[in-house]
């Protein structure tokens, strides 16, 4: 997706920026989720930001949506290549918040 960046960082910030992002990133980097089981692991987050924020990563080409013709719907998000070089990125944010955290 092209757009304008002030700053290489600034492209980082518009791909994994916003209050879950990161947090779905960190849980996706362990294996294949489903929307519910998301929404479980993220208990403050609504229905309708999960859904944004998925929207937005998948838009980005950082995670992949899979949908299964099967009723009830189920619906499985992982992460694409590309969204796999995000995972020094938000390792390296977890540590950090770690050490902050403690200090």
Not at 33 to 56: C, D, G, H, N, Y
Not at 59 to 64: K, M, Q, T, Y
Not at 65 to 70: A, G, L, Q, S
């Amino acid at each position: 997706m092209n757009r304008n960046y002030n700053c290489p960082g600034d492209a980082v910030l518009q791909v994994i920026g916003g209050k879950y992002k990161p947090i779905i990133l960190y849980h996706l980097f362990e294996k294949t989720l489903r929307f519910s089981e998301l929404r479980r692991l993220i208990p403050q987050v609504t229905a309708k930001m999960l859904t944004q924020q998925l929207r937005e990563l998948e838009a980005d080409g950082i995670i992949n949506r899979k949908v299964y013709p099967i009723v009830p719907p189920k619906t499985e998000y992982s992460i694409t290549e590309h969204g796999k070089t995000l995972e020094p990125i938000i390792t390296a944010m977890c540590d950090w918040g770690k050490f902050y955290m403690n200090k």
